[in-house]
């Protein structure tokens, strides 16, 4: 099912990219009688809330005020289903830093999606994507097979497209910032992972 997008009223371009990150977000998914989730950033670890206890709405939250952050929580909602989206950080939980190379390869095979779209929502509001190992403690970077599989999902999501929540943010965030499509498979080269 499609989902609509009004037309948002006009931002200040001086806005912190972050904030209006946060705003798009919040303008395609808050609706109460919709998917009623919010983005916030200052957080110290990035965390996903589902509602209740108080809380009326679904929460995801990033780290301070990195842009960055913002678009890959966002990324991994988009990927999460709707049992996941239920659920505490969606169920996960997280190795920290300082995992073995078996942990590491475990980690890249889940992040391949979420980065995949991290990318897709960085190009659309002209910001420069990294790949992310996180994992910094080991000193195991990504592998260039992470980043080749990474590139290949971002190319199959041209094609076919993601999800309708991928793939309304990406379309609103490509307004918000004058990005270019953010499906077209030319501005995706695999040179720009290394």
């Not at 996960?92 to 475990?106: C, I, L, N, T, V």
């Amino acid at each position: 099912m499609p989902i609509a997008i009004a037309e948002m009223a006009p931002v200040s371009t001086k806005q912190p990219m972050a904030d209006r990150i946060a705003r798009v977000f919040d303008h395609c998914f808050s609706d109460p009688n919709g998917l009623n989730t919010r983005l916030r950033g200052g957080f110290c670890e990035p965390y996903y809330r589902p509602c209740g206890e108080g809380q009326a709405y679904h929460q995801v939250e990033f780290t301070l005020d990195y842009a960055a952050s913002a678009l890959h929580e966002v990324a991994h909602w988009c990927v999460a289903g709707e049992a996941r989206r239920r659920l505490p950080d969606y169920g996960y939980w997280y190795a920290p830093d300082g995992r073995s190379a078996e942990q590491q390869a475990e980690f890249e095979q889940v992040e391949v999606k979420p980065q995949a779209l991290e990318w897709i929502f960085a190009r659309a509001c002209g910001l420069k994507f990294r790949v992310s190992a996180d994992n910094l403690e080991s000193g195991l970077g990504p592998s260039d097979s992470f980043k080749q599989a990474i590139w290949q999902q971002v190319l199959d999501y041209c094609e076919t497209r993601p999800n309708p929540r991928a793939c309304a943010f990406a379309e609103a965030l490509a307004r918000e910032f004058s990005g270019p499509n953010p499906f077209n498979r030319d501005n995706f080269p695999l040179a720009d992972l290394s």
